[in-house]
Nanobody, 123 residues
Framework: VQLVESGGGLVQTGGSLRLSCAAS????????VAWFRRAPGKEREFVAS????????DYANSVKGRFTISRDNAKNTVYLQMNSLKPEDTAIFYC?????????????????WGQGTQVTVSS
């Protein structure tokens, strides 16, 4: 499956953005999809995931209560709604998909990756 992220940009502290991850392929609904991010000078980290079938979600503690992951299988798209953004959320955000995992936080479990979209939160 091929993934393309969009929706990044520059926003002030406390603002909101919605990222989209559009996928090709007819079986996208079966894939677990996750968002990861890489901040400047830091390692890539897990943000959120959603499973293919029942829509169960998982969030990193740092974004829980502020970010919401969802999917529209009819549109082959996964979204990441980000509210109450903080400067420390500044990063390149990547979506990733996998048939090998149910709901993993480990990047190695995801086989398909998008090119990333930049999110910058100004203070």
């Amino acid at each position: 499956v091929q993934l393309v992220e969009s929706g990044g940009g520059l926003v002030q502290t406390g603002g909101s953005l919605r990222l989209s991850c559009a996928a090709s392929g007819r079986t996208f609904s079966r894939y677990a999809v996750a968002w990861f991010r890489r901040a400047p000078g830091k390692e890539r980290e897990f943000v959120a995931s959603i499973v293919g079938g029942d829509g169960i979600t998982d969030y990193a503690n740092s974004v829980k209560g502020r970010f919401t992951i969802s999917r529209d299988n009819a549109k082959n798209t996964v979204y990441l709604q980000m509210n109450s953004l903080k400067p420390e959320d500044t990063a390149i955000f990547y979506c990733a998909a996998s048939l090998r995992t149910y709901n993993s936080r480990q990047a190695i479990m995801y086989d398909s990756w998008g090119q990333g979209t930049q999110v910058t939160v100004s203070s």
